[in-house]
């Protein structure tokens, strides 16, 4: 029970592995099945993914959801990390409280009801300003970048507040100005932090379907849109060749960013070995 | 000529330079301001600002009009504002029994499986901490994997192993257990596998934060005095992970009450939880006013756990 794992927690642990991977693995085996009935084996192929390459919506639906989940990690990778400043650097300020409350509930409220909200919202405006005058691309770009700015947010403080303030005092006191110790010493401190930020709302964007629902119009469907207007129905099998092709690419993403993430604590760790040497 | 023009519309570089100067250093003296009031703004428009229309519209009644509600403010003849405010939204919701019992049956659902998460999960986060420098960071890497996959395809793949001919019945048949496959998928069974499954990670990343600044020295103390091993983990290690178990649970429990896709995939019509039946309000009957007045109740309902959450989060925040 104590420093090593007993059997008990083993077993959890390979139990609660099977039950998250078991499904994910069945899903891609039945994506080489021939059959139409999914859970009825009908020997190998790739027919599945012909067919899906073949379909000019599910290409239509990738591109629309690839170009809102680019715009929307941009957008909310820069208001998320001026808000992680704005949060961890900046001390009081007036509304602070009412600020870090709008900044973390995204984290938590039902997609129900931000989806609802948003789509009220874009409502009223086009009755008051004329604008949006239809829905899509706009629309759910707007609302993906507000949830997923908080997510951003969160990734920034928990960097800044693990790198300190010693680099940033140093180069005050050599007579950086405050503007140039946010560019100079502060944004590059962050890169790490910004790149999973930036991977994590391109992601977020990518899964979101209830809010996108809401916000969306007549014609502007995104992946998840489609992928639920069909899994509805029932299974099919291009769906599950569908959920291959994405979770290879996940997996790759993933990888990489875990490597560069690895890589930067490794350099840091380095840094601090060094540091430690020169002063004894 | 050229030389003529740009002397006319070009300003004189004598003139400009302090004027950029003046910017630059209005940025370098108020760039705090500046950092801060971008996003708050955009919070203020795109989050807080929703939330009042729609708590506007549950305050008006149905009308047959684009958008479909009655205005809160009408001016009567010589300029007096009246300002009409219903509650028979409210009023509706409160006598249906199909949206009280909707709502009883989304708190049930999601308080049992917050529970099953934290049964699951708490050995699980445990374990990891648990494990080796090599292996440590591979299990959280696996943990944290189908997190990053489609929520969407997670649901699915469950659609496929619950179906009347899926994986799990085929199996259970061709080894003789069953004769007639068992429903599994459309019914709450369904539903509570879905919720467990998806929001699991949301219970253990929190809980391996927590666990992973325990010191187990306290632990080894605890054993050379005599503790037993359950009386060490109920005495020492669950009070020490409560702000791990109160995060998770929360975490867990907020999104799953409002949880829409997974009652509309796994469960079928079969199990009403009340996000479903705000999305069909609204989307289906077009009852505006009711699906406001419905979501304003369910943010009631979680305002209190959001909360407790945010002040966890910011004590969280402090500490580090």
Known sequence: MYAKRSRFLTIMLTLGLAFFYIPMILLVIYSFNYSKLVPVWGGWSLRWYKELFQSAEVWSAVSLSLQIAVVNATFATALGTLAGLAMVRFGRFKGRTLFGGMLVAPLVMPEVITGLSLLVFFISLNQLIGWPAERGFATITIAHITFSMAYVAVTIQARLTGVGQTLEEAAADLGAKPFKVLTAITIPQLTPALISGWLLAFTLSLDDLVIASFVTGPGANTLPILIFSRIRLGLRPDINALATIMILVIAICVAIAAIIMFRQQRADLLDRQMAEREES | ?320
Request: some cysteine; glycine content about 6%.
């Open chain 2, 1 to 320: 000529m050229t030389d003529f023009t740009e002397d006319m519309f070009e300003p004189p570089q004598v003139e400009r330079q302090p004027m950029i100067r003046l910017v630059m250093r209005r940025i370098h003296s108020r760039w705090r301001q500046i950092v801060t009031v971008i996003p708050f703004f955009w919070l203020l428009v795109f989050f807080l600002a929703p939330f009042f229309i729609v708590a506007k519209i549950s305050l008006a009644e149905l009308a047959i009009a684009s958008p479909p509600f009655t205005s809160l403010i009408e001016w009567t003849g010589d300029g007096i504002m009246t300002i009409r405010l219903v509650f028979d939204n409210f009023v509706y919701i409160w006598e249906d029994s199909l949206y009280f019992d909707t709502y009883v049956n989304s708190l049930k659902i999601s308080v049992t499986c917050t529970f099953l998460c934290l049964l699951f999960g708490y050995p699980i986060a445990y374990a990891i901490v648990r494990s080796g420098p090599v292996a440590k960071p591979l299990l959280l890497f696996a943990i944290i994997l189908p997190f990053w996959t489609s929520f969407l395809l997670r649901v699915y793949s469950w659609m496929g192993l619950l179906a009347d001919q899926g994986t799990i019945n085929n199996l259970l048949i061709a080894l003789g257990v069953i004769d007639e496959p068992i429903r599994m998928l459309y019914t709450e069974f369904a539903v509570y596998i879905g919720i467990v499954y998806t929001y699991m990670p949301f219970m253990i990343l929190p809980l391996y934060a927590n666990m992973e600044k325990l010191d187990n020295s306290l632990n080894e103390a605890a054993a050379d005095l005599g503790s037993k091993p359950t009386n060490t983990f109920f005495k020492i290690t669950l009070p020490l992970t409560m702000p791990g178990i109160v995060a998770g649970s929360l975490l867990v429990f907020i999104p799953a009450t409002g949880e829409y896709v997974i009652p509309d995939l796994l469960g079928g019509g079969n199990v009403q939880m009340i996000g479903r039946v705000l999305y069909n309000e609204f989307s289906r009957n077009s009852d505006w006013p009711v699906a406001a007045a419905v979501a304003i109740v369910l943010l009631f309902i979680l305002v209190l756990p959001i909360m407790v959450f945010q002040h966890y989060q910011g004590k969280a925040a402090e500490e580090q």
